[in-house]
């Protein structure tokens, strides 16, 4: 079983900057990342794996968002830069058990607004 707590949610103008934590107890073998705008499906953002530290990134995100872990305290943290208006969503940490299986696991979720 892995439990996952986000924080560092909030409220950020145009091209700021938040981070994300996602403290994680119990084994996985990767950390994702999902957000959901109002009315909009949830969609991938980045994910990490715990051993290799090999990162993907969605299109939308890639060049500002950055992802990372750190193994010590079972945390992986999203850098969000030059954030828009489109990148406000509920963001999500997500846990995948296994190296080819999906998300089993999932947080409470943050709130980040971007306002214009």
């Known amino acids: 079983q892995v439990q996952l707590v986000e924080s560092g949610g909030g409220l950020v103008q145009a091209g700021g900057s938040l981070r994300l934590s996602c403290a994680a107890s119990?084994?996985?073998?990767?950390i994702g990342w999902f957000r959901q705008a109002p009315g909009e499906e949830r969609e991938f953002v980045a994910a990490?794996?715990?051993?290799?530290?090999?990162?993907s990134y969605a299109n939308s995100v890639r060049g500002r968002f950055t992802i990372s872990r750190d193994n010590a305290k079972s945390t992986a943290y999203l850098q969000m830069n030059s954030l828009k208006p489109e990148d406000t969503a509920v963001y999500y940490c997500?846990?995948?058990?296994?190296?080819?299986?999906?998300?089993?696991?999932w947080g409470q979720g943050t709130q980040v607004t971007v306002s214009s």
């Open positions: 119990g084994r996985s073998f990767r």
């Open positions: 997500s846990a995948a058990g296994a190296a080819y299986g999906g998300y089993d696991y």
């Open positions: 990490i794996s715990w051993t290799a530290g090999r990162t």
